[in-house]
């Protein structure tokens, strides 16, 4: 159950590696520039202290190597975060657009079931309703209708043939109407359900 519940891509769609590549930037920015004003600053404090130029230097030149070791390593670890960020956003649509472009094609798709702490719960809910209400009308609907277009095809025949009488013709007719008319009533109860959820 868990290797099949294990993610195959790192990264699922170009949409989210440019959301990675933003974050990250923004990130990188903002650390650059905090880690810039923190040098200026503290050379023009030091500078107002009585020691010599080159002890300010070297002080300054010694302190920026750990600061750019601890950076790397923070920027990392700040990546594989965004990834695991985007993962529980982007996941859910990603899963979402599959199977909903699986039954625009017609395959039989089963409720969508999200990773724990993905993002945006609800659309599982719509989703689930959405496919529920539409395989309840379709499915009754499609085969209901394959029999009642059957009824009508064999009534044109017989009134093509002249092989039916009136009151036959009639009856037919009849009983294909209250067929039609129990169909839309299945879907329409389905319809006014799903409106009242």
Not at 35 to 46: G, H
Not at 164 to 182: E, G, T
Request: glycine fraction near 2%; include cysteine; charge should be positive.
């Amino acid at each position: 159950m868990a290797s099949k519940n294990r993610r195959k891509k790192l990264i699922l769609h170009n949409l989210q590696m440019r959301l990675i590549i933003a974050l990250m930037g923004l990130i990188i920015s903002v650390s650059t520039i905090l880690v810039v004003s923190l040098f200026l600053i503290l050379k023009d404090n030091i500078s107002s202290l009585p020691v010599s130029e080159e002890l300010i230097r070297r002080v300054l030149s010694d302190s920026i190597l750990p600061v750019i070791v601890i950076a790397i390593i923070l920027f990392i670890i700040s990546m594989w975060a965004i990834v695991l960020i985007t993962h529980k956003i982007y996941g859910p649509l990603h899963r979402l657009c599959v199977y909903i472009k699986k039954m625009s094609e017609g395959e039989i798709v089963y409720d969508l079931k999200f990773r724990r702490g993905d993002a945006v719960e609800d659309l599982k809910e719509i989703y689930n309703d959405l496919r529920q209400s539409l395989e309840k009308t379709l499915h009754y609907n499609y085969a209901e209708m394959v029999k009642i277009f059957s009824e009508l095809q064999d009534i044109l025949d017989k009134l093509y043939n002249k092989k039916i009488q009136d009151r036959q013709l009639y009856n037919a007719l009849q009983s294909a109407c209250d067929k039609l008319a129990k169909a839309l009533d299945i879907t329409s109860e389905t319809i006014e359900t799903d409106k009242e959820k």
